[in-house]
């Protein structure tokens, strides 16, 4: 039986797949490439079948006829997401720092429901 935390961990590695091997080789694989690439990282064919299913679900993979047999693509919304995360992770160049703090105080709030942002303001 596949548990929530097998589909977590599914997802979560068959986005870094896509994103850091498959996108490049044109953001594609079959079932049977997905089961055997996830494999080694001790993920369960049926987990890895239901993370897919989500993924197409949720609007991250559409299916397709490959000429290995059944498979998944890229949607256009999962391509934007993997360049968004491909910028925050492999940023390239050097980020600037112009040397100065800033540095910003805010008045002690005593009222316990303000506080916590639950309250009226």
Known sequence: MTSKLD??????A???????????????????????????????APAVRTAVSRMVRQGWLRPLRLP????YGLTPKCVRRLDEAALRIYRAG???WH???HV????????RPR???CGPT
Do not use: N
């Open 94 to 96: 050097t980020l600037t």
């Open 7 to 12: 589909f977590v961990h599914a997802r979560a």
């Open 99 to 101: 040397g100065r703090w």
């Open 14 to 44: 068959l986005f870094d797949l896509y994103g850091d091997h498959l996108r490049s080789r044109g953001g594609q694989a079959s079932v049977a490439a997905l089961v055997r690439l996830m494999k080694p990282l001790d993920i369960a």
């Open 68 to 71: 290995q047999g059944a498979g």
């Open 115 to 117: 506080r916590s942002g």
């Open 104 to 111: 910003i105080v805010f008045e002690p709030v005593k009222e």
